[in-house]
């Protein structure tokens, strides 16, 4: 049975950080390439990162470039977003998800197809 668990959302302050942790099992973990998504009340979901787990390769929408890094560890099957200078605007749902990686591919092309029930951040001004 493929899972996905998030965990280490919370309630911050304007300025501070948080580690989310996406612990997964049931699938090839190397095969895959896991990305963090974010949806706020009233809102789309969005992407704010990815990450190829053979290789290790990154991409950050613009909303969290320079504050945001996405990281793995192969050995835990543990996918980690830490948060940085986190502002009001960054208060949402944040789910990981899995989907195959094609390292020739844009990792924004990816198919998720597996998904995480979401961890509730909430960042006060």
């Known amino acids: 049975e493929v899972q996905l668990v998030e965990s280490g959302g919370g309630f911050v302050q304007a300025g501070g950080s948080l580690r989310l942790s996406c612990e997964t099992s049931?699938?090839?973990?190397?095969?895959?390439?896991i990305g963090w998504f974010r949806q706020a009340p009233g809102k789309e979901r969005e992407g704010v990162a990815y990450?190829?787990?053979?290789?290790?390769?990154?991409l950050y929408e613009d909303a969290v470039k320079g504050r945001f890094i996405i990281s793995s560890d192969n050995d835990k099957n543990t996918v980690y977003l830490q948060m940085n200078s986190l502002k009001p605007e960054d208060t949402a749902v944040y789910y990981c998800?899995?989907?195959?990686?094609?390292?020739?591919?844009?990792?924004?092309?990816?198919?998720?197809?597996?998904w995480g029930q979401g961890t509730q951040v909430t960042v006060s001004s």
């Open positions: 998800a899995a989907g195959t990686y094609y390292p020739l591919r844009a990792l924004e092309d990816t198919v998720f197809v597996y």
């Open positions: 049931g699938f090839v973990f190397d095969n895959y390439a």
């Open positions: 990450i190829g787990a053979s290789d290790s390769r990154s």
